[in-house]
């Protein structure tokens, strides 16, 4: 046979990049132990952003702000484990991952979410950006937080990730402070919507609703949502704010 003929005829058109999300997650551990976890044989990611006051980082001969690539984008990254958003599941096929190095913690039922540092924001802002420029399909609502995706199962990148702050660079999705004003108000005087249709909402922005049949089923995803959307008040508890919010994004990316 003659060798294949790569040259030729190449569709220019009919295909598209397996990548529709952009997902974010912290590390939970130092820079160290963060580097062991994910270069070995049980998870893995694509970018590795590590927070310059680190004493581990400094140990390894690094002063200013790096990012690490650890897997090549074109291959499949072992970073967001069981995961549904939309009408897709199994998120590692379809995902960029981006670790962050930041050490919260998890002890006897309390969390502890430090914040991230100015020069780790400075340089996820970048990264996310060149990401989202070379990958058109990824869409405001696809940037999301491992806790957006694994409902329950997971809450990082935490509250103390400035997902509005970032926002405003042109990173993920945000709602109109107006339309959730309006939605505030009218659910303050009215009482917020009955749980069936707060559920519709939140199936309509993309998180999965299968589990939240149940209380703690639906706590744990006002929770995931507040982490993102309501950082203040993340306590899984639906209040008028939080209806608010969640009713203003599905007004603003799904009309």
């Known amino acids: 046979m003659k060798p294949i003929n790569y040259n030729k005829y190449r569709a220019t058109k009919v295909f598209n990049s397996r990548v529709r999300f952009l997902i974010f997650h912290y590390t939970a551990g130092n820079f160290s132990s963060s580097v062991n976890a994910l270069t070995g044989p049980n998870v893995s990611t694509h970018y590795l952003v590590p927070d310059i006051t680190d004493p581990s980082y400094l140990k390894a001969g690094y002063t200013g702000q790096e990012v690490f690539s650890l897997v090549d984008e074109t291959k499949r990254a072992w970073h967001a484990g069981v995961s549904t958003w939309g009408n897709r599941s199994n998120l590692n096929d379809t995902s960029i991952g981006v670790e962050i190095v930041n050490r919260a913690t998890y002890s006897q039922g309390v969390f502890n979410f430090p914040p991230y540092q100015p020069e780790q924001i400075a ?9 989202l420029e070379r ?6 609502t696809l940037v999301l937080g491992h806790s957006d995706i694994a409902v329950g199962r997971k809450s990082d990148p935490g ?11 042109g990173v993920g999705a945000w709602f109109d402070d107006a339309t959730r004003d309006a939605y505030l108000q009218q659910y303050n005087e009215t009482g917020i919507p009955a749980r069936s249709d707060l559920l519709k909402l939140f199936k309509t922005y993309g998180y999965d609703v299968s589990r939240a049949s149940t209380e703690q089923g639906f706590s744990q995803l006002v929770r995931a949502f507040q982490l993102h959307f309501r950082p203040q008040t993340y306590d899984g508890v639906m209040d008028a704010q939080t209806a608010a919010n969640l009713a203003a994004l599905v007004h603003k990316y799904f009309p």
């Open 135 to 140: 990958y058109p399909d990824i869409s405001p």
């Open 159 to 169: 509250p103390k990730f400035p997902w509005h702050a970032l926002y405003l660079k």
């Open 123 to 131: 340089a996820i802002e970048e990264l996310a950006l060149n990401i």
